[in-house]
């Protein structure tokens, strides 16, 4: 007899399967040029990296963690969330990172270390460019 280990479903929203992955330009770049010199390191890079290898794990133990499926439903609903800041989609990504990172609390290792780091920075600027 089979018993269900860990959790008997799992929430999904957005885009599924193959094409729920987060694309890899979701965030979009915060530099901001003044004349040649950006005055932000352009972190976006790093920070969809990072997006992409949250995703990779939470969708392997999506069915083991609740914290896991929860940051993946966020993260699949990351462009639907847009919906609700039509005016300013930055906001709303932010919000959603929010989110996503309290999630990311049992991520473990060093891609995970790094992959927090460059979100919270990203979280970081994003927030002086909408409220500053």
């Known amino acids: 007899m089979n018993v269900p280990t860990g959790y008997d479903y799992v929430v999904s929203i957005g885009r599924q399967g193959d094409t729920a992955a987060p694309r890899g330009d979701l965030l979009e770049c915060l530099c901001l040029e003044n004349g040649n010199l950006p005055i932000f390191e352009c972190v976006h890079t790093k920070a969809n990296q990072a997006l992409s290898n949250a995703y990779r794990w939470a969708a392997a133990r999506e069915h083991k963690s609740s914290y896991a499926n929860a940051c993946k439903v966020y993260i699949e609903a990351f462009e639907l969330n847009r ?46 460019k909408v409220y500053n």
Not at 98 to 121: F, H, M, P, S, T
């Open 83 to 128: 919906e609700y800041e039509p005016t300013n989609p930055l906001r709303a990504d932010i919000t959603q990172l929010l989110y996503i990172v309290a999630n990311l609390q049992y991520w473990r290792g060093d891609e995970a270390k790094e992959g927090k780091a460059a979100l919270k920075q990203y979280i970081q600027e994003a927030q002086i």
